[in-house]
């Protein structure tokens, strides 16, 4: 019994790492994307949204 509570701890631990690995993945490209937006808008005078009308 003590051997299946420990590894379903095991698990659970395994997939609280996953997730906070596809966190970090994900504020990763949102930062990308801030950074592009910025730097379309330096560049360019206009927003993205406003570059992806035209």
Same mark, same amino acid.
């Given at each position: 019994m003590a051997e299946t509570t420990e590894a379903i701890e095991v698990t659970w631990a395994r997939r609280r790492e996953?997730? !906070?690995g596809a966190i970090?993945?994900? !504020?990763v490209a949102v930062d990308a994307i801030q950074r592009? #937006? #910025?730097h379309t808008e330096a560049q360019c005078g206009i927003s993205d949204p406003q570059l992806w009308i035209l």
């Open positions: 996953n997730i !906070r970090k993945l994900f !504020r592009h #937006a #910025a």
